[in-house]
């Protein structure tokens, strides 16, 4: 199905589309609609008549705005999405109640930690999350990247993951370049999945407006206006992670999720997260965010067991301090009997 409103002039055009087209980005997004401009119109199709006729409404009434006040401010757009039915809308008065965080309606933090983490996620340019399995950092991040993408705020969003094996040896993997590396990023699907419908996820990612990649695959490449998540970050080097970070472009944000305390690289390589976390964490422009078992939200099992791992690396620590302090102690015994020896010669 498609629609056409005309336009009456180039700058109502520009005007219409915002800096940079972002105006119709988010109609498109809100809507899974495609907003085209031909020959003095403005082109909306879709494969839903609703879809498109609440897009055709929108536009519509932007253009009434622009025609009698002039401009459009951005709030104007942020409002009438806000109100809309179209798929993958955010409602207004829903956001405002849950403190105008960029999530998806109906969806709220579940605790301070995450709150922390969703805010600052909004208000910096990179965010470092830290913390346990279970305290939703890949999913969070996920829900305000497609807030923040449906909006019109970026032009895509990439996610990207090191592809490390946990603690086993795979081996050859049969099939394509897709099929090698899938098992690796299932787990960003798994989070997209939770918040789009499979077929407009599948739209998003056949249409670039979603990018899931490899680690490797990031050299070379400038981001722009893309919010770029790097997930499982513990398991890059340094190296990796410097060459991540450079990637950033003009008007990006840059979200980074990881568990220092289950790292998969080699015996002795540092963890590219542990190092920039320490580099990087009283740098203008970038958050430091460590979540703990209070901000666990999976089924509560999980905490237990968090809680039964982290009791028996203290109970380790306690008593290879314990050793040490034994050794210490042998030591100066035997320094102090070899300087009585030596005072009796």
Same mark, same amino acid.
């Given at each position: 199905?498609?629609?056409?409103?005309?336009?009456?002039?180039?700058?109502?055009?520009?005007?219409?589309?915002?800096?940079?087209?972002?105006?119709?980005?988010?109609?498109? @997004?809100?809507?899974?609609?495609?907003?085209?401009?031909? *020959?003095?119109?403005?082109?909306?199709?879709?494969?839903?008549?609703? @879809?498109?006729?609440?897009?055709?409404?929108?536009?519509?009434?932007?253009?009434?705005?622009?025609?009698?006040?002039?401009? &459009?401010?951005?709030?104007? &757009?942020?409002?009438?999405?806000?109100?809309?039915?179209?798929?993958?809308?955010?409602?207004?008065?829903?956001?405002?109640?849950? =403190?105008?965080?960029?999530?998806?309606?109906?969806?709220? +933090?579940?605790?301070?930690?995450?709150?922390?983490?969703?805010?600052?996620?909004?208000?910096?340019?990179?965010?470092?999350?830290? =913390?346990?399995?279970?305290?939703?950092?890949?999913?969070?991040?996920?829900?305000?990247?497609?807030?923040?993408?449906?909006?019109?705020?970026?032009?895509?969003?990439?996610?990207?993951?090191?592809?490390?094996?946990?603690?086993?040896?795979?081996?050859?993997?049969?099939?394509?370049?897709?099929?090698? +590396? @899938?098992?690796? &990023?299932?787990?960003?699907?798994?989070?997209?999945?939770?918040? &789009?419908?499979?077929?407009?996820?599948?739209?998003?990612?056949?249409?670039?407006?979603?990018?899931?990649?490899?680690?490797?695959?990031?050299?070379?490449?400038?981001?722009?206006?893309?919010?770029?998540?790097?997930?499982?970050?513990?398991?890059?080097?340094?190296?990796?992670?410097?060459?991540?970070?450079? $990637?950033?472009?003009? *008007?990006? *944000?840059?979200?980074?999720? =990881?568990?220092?305390?289950?790292?998969?690289?080699? !015996?002795?390589?540092?963890?590219?997260?542990?190092?920039?976390?320490?580099?990087?964490?009283? +740098?203008?422009?970038?958050?430091?965010?460590?979540?703990?078992?209070?901000?666990?939200?999976?089924? !509560?099992?999980?905490?237990?067991?968090? @809680?039964?791992?982290?009791?028996?690396?203290? *109970?380790?620590? $306690?008593?290879?301090?314990?050793?040490?302090?034994? $050794?210490?102690? $042998?030591?100066?015994?035997?320094?102090?009997?070899?300087?009585?020896?030596?005072?009796?010669?």
């Amino acid at each position: 199905m498609g629609v056409t409103v005309p336009l009456h002039s180039l700058e109502e055009e520009r005007t219409l589309l915002g800096e940079r087209d972002g105006n119709a980005r988010a109609i498109r @997004n809100a809507f899974d609609v495609s907003l085209t401009v031909r *020959k003095g119109r403005v082109v909306i199709e879709g494969e839903e008549e609703e @879809n498109v006729s609440d897009a055709v409404r929108v536009v519509r009434l932007l253009l009434d705005h622009i025609r009698s006040a002039g401009d &459009l401010p951005r709030k104007v &757009l942020d409002d009438l999405l806000g109100n809309g039915h179209g798929a993958g809308t955010v409602d207004a008065q829903a956001e405002q109640q849950s =403190g105008g965080l960029w999530l998806p309606e109906g969806m709220k +933090v579940r605790s301070k930690g995450q709150e922390q983490y969703v805010r600052a996620m909004q208000r910096e340019t990179a965010t470092f999350a830290l =913390g346990p399995a279970g305290t939703g950092k890949t999913f969070l991040a996920a829900a305000v990247a497609l807030t923040a993408l449906r909006r019109g705020y970026f032009r895509k969003l990439v996610l990207v993951r090191p592809a490390v094996e946990a603690g086993e040896r795979l081996g050859f993997l049969p099939g394509d370049f897709v099929a090698k +590396v @899938n098992p690796y &990023l299932r787990p960003l699907y798994d989070a997209l999945s939770a918040h &789009l419908e499979p077929g407009r996820l599948k739209h998003f990612i056949e249409t670039d407006v979603i990018e899931i990649a490899p680690l490797a695959y990031m050299r070379g490449r400038t981001l722009d206006n893309a919010f770029i998540i790097l997930d499982e970050a513990q398991n890059t080097t340094p190296g990796q992670m410097k060459m991540f970070l450079t $990637r950033m472009g003009q *008007k990006s *944000k840059v979200v980074v999720t =990881g568990d220092a305390t289950q790292t998969d690289l080699e !015996p002795g390589q540092e963890s590219g997260l542990i190092e920039a976390e320490r580099l990087l964490r009283n +740098v203008s422009g970038i958050a430091v965010v460590r979540l703990d078992k209070k901000d666990i939200v999976r089924h !509560p099992l999980v905490q237990k067991i968090v @809680n039964a791992y982290e009791n028996e690396e203290r *109970k380790r620590e $306690r008593e290879q301090e314990r050793d040490e302090r034994r $050794r210490d102690r $042998r030591s100066d015994r035997g320094r102090g009997r070899d300087e009585e020896t030596r005072g009796r010669r």
